[in-house]
């Protein structure tokens, strides 16, 4: 069923429609009816060149959202081959007891480096959730961070890993934020993707609505988006 015979089901059903036309005499039925049958050609064509520019805002829309997500795609895994590239010296260091390694330098500069580069791998290659608010904001109203805290932070991201309280890492996922429309018959129930998110193999989505939230895995959402069972209506607009 399409979203305009959805709308009008649905605006016959709120509005009494059916009701009120039987209110009325049989010659005004008759005259309502073919008043509507006139106009019935005019309408659909307004409706298949609506739907067909519909069509093509949908698919602009869409390759528009395409190309910034390959784009940030290909900006992340820069990134993550910077922080890769910039532990090559010591390795990605899963101890606290091995901190020391990245201290042995003389040069100040290149301590602070050391351990940058660190945090950064977690950031950008292990996409490790911060355990505390902006631990990954390396300057404070634009100076750099001393040493001293750099080795903090650091210490607080192994250990944050050991205790494994990274048990799910957020996907930077196009859907994410999307307004979402889900179908039960011709009841419709308005909601967003709250959150898109890893757990091992497979991706979870959750769905944020006025009856409460609803978790899924990404490809049953796939699917029933495929089965006009979901819709997303930011697309539309």
């Not at 390694?101 to 791998?121: E, N």
Request: glycine share 4%; with cysteine.
């Amino acid at each position: 069923m399409s979203i305009l015979r959805r709308e009008a089901c649905l605006l016959i059903s709120k509005n009494h429609t059916m009701a009120w036309l039987a209110s009325k005499t049989s010659e005004e039925r008759q005259a309502i009816v073919a008043a509507a049958r006139a106009s019935i050609g005019t309408l659909r064509a307004e409706g298949i060149r609506a739907k067909k520019l519909l069509s093509e805002a949908i698919l602009a829309k869409g390759l528009e959202k395409e190309k910034e997500y390959a784009a940030k795609c290909a900006l992340q895994v820069q990134r993550r081959n910077q922080a890769v590239d910039a532990i090559s010296d010591f390795g990605f260091i899963t101890s606290t007891n091995r901190i020391s390694l990245l201290l042995d330098s003389p040069s100040a500069p290149a301590r602070a480096r050391a351990l940058a580069a660190q945090i950064r791998f977690s950031e950008r290659a292990l996409q490790q959730k911060p355990p505390e608010d902006k631990i990954y904001t390396l300057s404070c109203k634009g100076s750099k961070l001393s040493e001293a805290e750099l080795k903090r932070r650091l210490i607080v991201l192994i250990e944050a890993d050991r205790k494994c309280s990274v048990l799910s890492s957020s996907l930077d996922h196009p859907y994410q934020g999307r307004k979402i429309c889900r179908w039960d018959g011709d009841v419709a129930e308005d909601g967003i993707v709250s959150s898109v998110v890893r757990r091992g193999e497979t991706s979870l989505v959750t769905l944020s609505f006025p009856s409460g939230p609803s978790t899924i895995p990404l490809s049953q959402l796939e699917s029933s988006l495929e089965e006009g069972l979901f819709d997303f209506f930011d697309d539309l607009l």
